[in-house]
């Protein structure tokens, strides 16, 4: 997607692109063997070849911080393909210490196939060692929650990778922009019981850990879990839905989807939560403490 992508050229933008595919220019190459007989200046001709050159350096090189000045945030959803075997799949839960305050408890990451969970007062330090190797970071509503929350852990490390927060281009897409809508609209089923429990329980398996009960840790990583599983199926199809949006000759992208083994958990916590919601339902009582979503 990246090389058949123009709107980093100066004097480029969405509508300009369309008219070069619509002439069959449908990559980097293609418009450098079409420059000679383009209707374009001759000085604005020299600047793309040295940006194009400049790209091609930057995607062999995996050059992020030159994708981030020339790709606007809005567009970085066409790096999904390219990026796709570096890209960082991340959830983060956390628990809000005063008003307008959280401490991250748990992170979970889907990097290589693998899945990855790191703890509050255990091996959250270590995160930061993984995403070193990423190059690119997917979440779902992270912009304002995930990111900062990665910042304010580590405000001395310098990020690695660009951000794709997909809820914002699900938006876009006129599509649902909660995960617990696009589950269903998916047909997805949170396994171990957990279906149909939303982001209160985070925060009281959290609870539930700090005041010594080992069940609940397990079940908060199978949670975390079932947030980060549907990650990369989520941007493998918003990206597909966005190119087919703007009319691009673009082959849809279908990378291999990761199948892990959930996390083990203990169902009895998961009953005893059930049973914690159902008795605020028939009480009335808000279900849903204090987190982030």
């Known amino acids: 997607m990246l090389t058949r992508s123009f709107i ?3 004097g480029v933008g969405e509508r300009e692109e369309r008219h070069f595919w619509a002439q069959g220019i449908y990559s980097w190459d293609a418009l450098l063997d079409a420059l000679p007989e383009l209707p374009v200046h001759p000085r604005r001709k ?13 995607l062999r090189e995996m050059d992020i911080s030159w994708l981030a000045r020339n790709f606007p945030a809005t567009e970085r959803w066409r790096l999904i393909p390219d990026l796709w075997s570096v890209t960082a799949f991340v959830d983060v839960e956390a628990y809000q210490i005063r008003p307008g305050q ?26 930061s060692r993984l995403l070193a ?29 660009l951000h794709i927060d997909l809820q914002p281009l699900y938006r876009r897409a006129g599509l649902p922009e909660g995960l617990k809508k696009l589950e269903r609209m998916f047909g997805w089923k949170r396994g171990a019981g957990l279906d149909g429990l939303g982001g209160w329980i985070a925060v009281q398996l959290w609870e539930w850990h700090q005041e010594g009960d080992d069940r609940a840790l397990q079940a908060l990583i199978r949670y975390n879990f079932e947030d980060v599983i549907h990650l990369p199926e989520l941007a493998v199809f918003i990206y597909n ?41 028939r009480s009335g009582t808000k279900t849903r403490q204090e987190g982030h979503r």
């Open 46 to 58: 020299s600047v793309w070849i040295r940006q194009i050159a400049a790209a091609e350096h930057a």
């Open 133 to 161: 190797d990423a190059r690119l970071m997917v979440s779902f509503g992270g912009q304002g929650f995930d990111l900062q929350m990665i910042r304010q852990t580590f405000p001395h490390w310098q990020l690695p990778f």
């Open 8 to 10: 980093f050229l100066r």
């Open 102 to 127: 959280y401490r991250m408890t748990i992170a979970g990451v889907l990097f290589r196939n693998a899945y990855h969970s790191f703890l509050a007062g255990r091996n959250l330090s270590a995160l």
């Open 241 to 281: 839905e966005l190119a087919e949006q703007l009319r691009c000759p673009f082959p849809r992208f279908h990378p291999p989807l990761p199948r892990l083994r959930p996390p083990d958990v203990d169902r009895s916590i998961i009953a005893e939560l059930h049973r914690r919601r159902s008795r605020y339902v």
